[in-house]
């Protein structure tokens, strides 16, 4: 691979963390990615192929061996002064604890902004509390990038997509994402997502 070109606007198929060493040192505008969560997650919608799949590498002894993983080579394609927002889970397990204790540790380089809130505008499956947001932190480096918009909320309000069969389980609402990108991203910024999932909308394609 060659860089801009095989990476530039392009959806790259294959590991992250190997391709992620190929991109060169502070380069990247923005980050928005969507890793696991660390809840063993299961689909709840299974297909002739594939019988209810766990997500990989979704385990919660795997969440922070993935956080240690990958912020050194994002710090290092990171410029200066620029953002990771990172999807994490809206509550029930203590990955949240151990994402924000762990993100901790990167400080001054980097430092826990902010923690976002996806109200989904739906009220999920079971019972007592049931689930209707999700977590994104925001994580700066230097000074961050400038919002003077003081407009901007941290509850992002965006229905929940709901996948068919033979998508994606946990696909993000491309509101969520958009949302992002307008307040914190301009025209020739690098975007990036090195966890993009199916990379796949079926309504933005």
């Given at each position: ?7 530039v606007?392009?959806?790259?198929c294959?590991d ?6 190929q991109?060169?040192?502070g380069v990247v505008?923005?980050c928005?990615?969507d890793?696991?969560?660390g ?16 997500i ?7 969440l922070?061996?993935?956080i240690?993983?990958?912020?050194p ?7 200066e002064n620029s953002?990771?927002?990172?999807f994490c889970g ?6 949240l ?5 762990e ?5 001054p ?10 109200d ?7 019972w007592?509390w049931?689930f209707?947001?999700?977590t ?5 480096r230097?000074r961050?990038?400038?919002n003077?918009?003081?407009?901007a ?13 033979n ?5 993000k609402s491309?509101?969520?994402?958009w ?6 991203s ?10 993009l ?5 079926r309504?933005?394609?």
């Amino acid at each position: 691979m060659t860089y801009p070109d095989d990476f530039v606007n392009q959806i790259v198929c294959g590991d992250s963390f190997e391709t992620l060493k190929q991109i060169p040192d502070g380069v990247v505008d923005l980050c928005i990615t969507d890793p696991p969560y660390g809840l063993n997650f299961r689909s709840a919608r299974p297909s002739e192929e594939r019988k209810k799949d766990f997500i990989e590498n979704d385990k919660a002894e795997e969440l922070v061996p993935l956080i240690q993983k990958t912020i050194p080579e994002l710090l290092r394609v990171m410029k200066e002064n620029s953002e990771i927002y990172w999807f994490c889970g809206g509550g029930g397990s203590p990955i949240l604890a151990w994402a924000w204790l762990e993100f901790k540790k990167y400080e001054p380089e980097m430092r826990v902004k902010n923690l976002l809130v996806w109200d989904k505008e739906f009220v999920g499956l079971g019972w007592d509390w049931r689930f209707q947001y999700e977590t994104i932190f925001q994580l700066v480096r230097g000074r961050g990038i400038d919002n003077s918009d003081s407009s901007a909320s941290n509850v992002i309000r965006a229905k929940k997509v709901i996948p068919q069969e033979n998508e994606h389980p946990t696909p993000k609402s491309i509101e969520v994402i958009w949302e992002i990108m307008r307040r914190k991203s301009k025209e020739g910024d690098l975007i990036l997502d090195p966890f993009l999932g199916g990379g796949y909308n079926r309504n933005h394609r």
